[in-house]
């Protein structure tokens, strides 16, 4: 269809300039990635139906309205027009690193290192790789682990789509290749690697604490068969060592040039993506795997793309605005004081998510309106405060796209995956992460 072939082409467009933009600041890409984005929204507008459509075009309209009220000159109102854009450069790059672990027959490694006998032990095993891949692979690690799945799994489809929904979400709490880490650190302006590390430390607490039980009770049950041990040959050495310069790579660049975050990790997506085929050999290969996803996969981000230019433009129009709600400014001593506010900030988010509100939009309204450094709370803490909320937001709404896929698979409803099945763990994780975070606050402040 037409409408498809525009949608990807401006998509692209939007892509590379706003790659462009971010590493030179020019007043021409500035006007014609505007010019752009104003081109995808219309085409959007026919390619999305019912509620999305409805309020991301209110949140748009009203953008207009407060920029002609406030005379807000248009060389403003520009940069908040293409404020968020950058974000989607992310579904756009990010995909491509899946071509050549696909070419690879890294997936048929990962087969092989997941063939145990014992029922109890793969739910743990499947839950680690998918926690792996969706670290850089997104939502595309759910599809990908769903092959390794077995008859075993069809006994309890809730506990399979749970564990799965659990890993993937978790894997939002300290990642740099989901769009929920460049929020988080263009809204805070928190340390990139700092987050990192204070997320990976939190997500390896949380999963320690959750299958270190079962794994104590199958070892007394002694059901874990000792030949069952891990084997790391050449292809898994590869693709770890691929991951480590993943990582590697954009912390080193970050902290040794002032790039945007969410640049570097396009760039490296291309860069890594490209160059691993070319030591595969696969390159006609990963050209055909390069138009297949620009045929069948770019089309299908119209959700995001929507979203991010909608909310972004209504949210740096209000922070220009400084419509701010003003917060007493409490002592460091006050710690019950920012546990909750870090609490509600959480709770609240999630709350609104699970009827169908994009946990992006809740977390840029508080954050436009909301003077939360007045509270003594550090950037970093914020940042991580954003990326566990839009992970549980993710895992209780039954709107949310990795529930949705999850629950095709699994073949149970969306709302006993995320709510059923994952309402005391969340709670859990909300809990303990406020807690966390709040003396991690108190102590480097």
Known sequence: MMINKLHTCFLLVIAALSIVLSLFDFSLIK??????????FVILLF??????????????IMSIFLTWHY????????????????????????PLLKIPIDQGN????????????NKGF???AISAVNFFLSSFLNLASIRLVDQFKDSRMNENPNKYGAYLNRSFNLAVCWTPYFAAFSVAISYSKGNPGSLILLG????????????MPGLMKLKQQQDIPPGNRIRFNSKIVHLLSFYGLLIGSLLLIEYITPINTIAIICLLSIFYSASWTLLQGTVKEFLHGLRHFAKRDLPNIRFEALLFISVGFFSHTLIWLDWKVQLPAWSSVSLGYIWLFIFLFIFFVVFIAFFGIHHLV?????????????????????????????????????FSAANMIISRLANV????????????YAFGFMLFSTTFLTIINYFIS
């Not at 390619?47 to 748009?60: A, H, K, M, Q």
């Not at 890294?106 to 006998?117: C, H, S």
């Not at 309204?365 to 549980?392: N, R």
């Open 31 to 40: 006007i014609m990635l505007g010019i752009s984005v104003l081109f995808m």
């Open 122 to 124: 793969f739910i743990y």
């Open 71 to 94: 005379h807000i000159p248009y060389s403003v109102a520009v940069d908040h027009l293409n404020s968020n854009t950058i974000f989607i450069s992310l579904f756009v790059c990010i």
């Open 200 to 211: 990976l430390t939190l997500c390896c607490i949380i999963l320690l604490a959750t299958v």
């Open 413 to 424: 409803k969306p709302v006993q995956i995320g709510l059923l099945m994952n309402a005391g």
């Open 362 to 398: 809740t977390i840029t309204l508080f954050t436009a309106s909301v003077h939360w450094q007045q509270l003594g709370i550090q950037p970093v803490i914020y940042a991580m405060v954003i990326l566990i909320s839009w992970s549980l937001a993710s895992m209780i709404s039954p």
């Open 47 to 60: 390619c999305t139906n019912g509620i999305p459509r409805i309020v991301y075009s209110l949140f748009f």
């Open 106 to 117: 890294y997936l048929e490694e990962i087969r092989n290192l997941l063939t145990v006998k």
